[in-house]
């Protein structure tokens, strides 16, 4: 009965997640145009029981947001052969990116399906115990990968992700926990120490410095871990640090937008308007949607007495961002509409 009823819930499924399929025969434009696509397509015509050729054609379907065309092939692949867990991997994938009503929760029902048919493949629960992470279904998603650590008590994955899990419930103590024990078991995992990093920079910790330094170890060319380490120093007011930071990043990058704008934030904290400005305005030279930048660069012209540059500053993060409340509320103070 079991073996019956999970045939009968993949069939449902895929019923669903198809709905939108094109008819057997059209002609399917937009990523079918694609060379590669083209050849795909020309192999699985000479062999259409091929269900790794449709598999890989799905995959660049997805990758092209050809989502119909992806749930197409896929149907087809896995009826042909439902026992490879990477067509169910994919098939969740394409329902998550596609977001259709209802899409979510297909998706997850497509993994917990995968986990009951490959009940021992760690890496199935930890796909589903991501994608319950990402809908916000915490408690489903610590259940997971309290079945993944009791398969495999080492799995410095299972650890990495409770730790993402508890740390999105502001169990801030249990992520730290979970983060330093995958990083024991994995040292390689930039993500750890990024996410360790970060905990700590907001605890005004020193330990947030050490844990950047260990994902620079892993990748030098990190700059978000140097920004990082900038911003440790500008919250602490250590901003010959912070400045030293920012510029080393430019060095490397000249087109950081983040690193002007936060020499910018900390040059107006230092009433240093005209150097703020001008940090803004490399802010906004190297990304033209910076609506942040915008509205500090107008804070910056109001408090130097330049009304209607910071009006016309207001006006551009307002319109870029209507749910930024702060350019709105300062247009209403200065009676600027």
């Known amino acids: 009965m079991i073996r019956i009823f999970s045939f009968l819930l993949f069939l449902s499924i895929l019923s669903s997640a198809c709905t939108n399929d094109p008819e057997p025969g059209k002609q399917v434009t937009g990523p079918q145009v694609d060379p590669g696509l083209a050849a795909l397509s020309q192999q699985i015509e000479a062999s259409p029981e091929n269900d790794s050729l449709l598999f890989e054609r799905a995959s660049l379907y997805y990758m092209m947001e050809g ?4 749930l197409r092939d896929l149907n087809r692949a896995m009826q042909i052969d439902s026992m490879q867990p990477a ?39 930890l796909k589903l115990s991501e994608f319950q992470l990402i809908v916000r279904q915490h408690n489903e998603a610590l259940a997971t990968l309290n079945k993944v650590l009791e398969r495999d008590p080492q799995s410095s994955e299972g650890f990495f992700m409770t730790g993402r899990v508890a740390l999105d419930m502001g169990d801030t103590s249990r992520a730290i926990s979970a983060f330093q024990r995958s990083g024991q078991l994995d040292s390689d995992n930039i993500d750890v120490w990024m996410f360790l990093g970060r905990i700590f920079s907001n605890k005004n910790s020193p330990l947030a410095i050490q844990y950047f330094d ?44 983040n690193a002007y704008f936060d020499m ?7 009433d240093s308007l005209r150097d703020a ?10 990304d033209p949607l910076f609506v942040r930048a915008y509205y500090y660069r107008g804070v910056s012209y109001e408090t130097e007495g330049k009304v209607e540059d910071a009006i016309n500053d207001y006006k551009q993060a307002a319109k870029m961002a209507p749910s930024f409340e702060e350019p709105k509320a300062a247009l209403e103070r200065l009676k600027a509409q």
């Open 214 to 257: 260990n994902a620079l170890r892993l990748d030098s060319t990190l700059l978000e871990a140097r920004e990082f380490k900038g911003v440790y120093y500008k919250r602490r007011g250590e901003f010959d640090e912070a400045f030293e930071i920012y510029k080393d990043i430019i060095v490397r990058n000249p087109d950081y937008s």
């Open 264 to 270: 910018g934030m900390i040059y107006l904290e230092l």
């Open 87 to 125: 067509y169910y991997h994919l098939l969740a994938d394409v329902l998550l990116d596609y977001a259709r009503p209802n899409d979510s929760r297909r998706a997850i029902d497509v993994l917990k399906l995968a986990t009951e048919r490959f009940p021992d493949r760690v890496m199935t629960m």
């Open 277 to 286: 400005q001008k940090n803004f305005d490399l802010a906004i030279k190297t």
């Open 67 to 70: 989502y119909d065309e992806a």
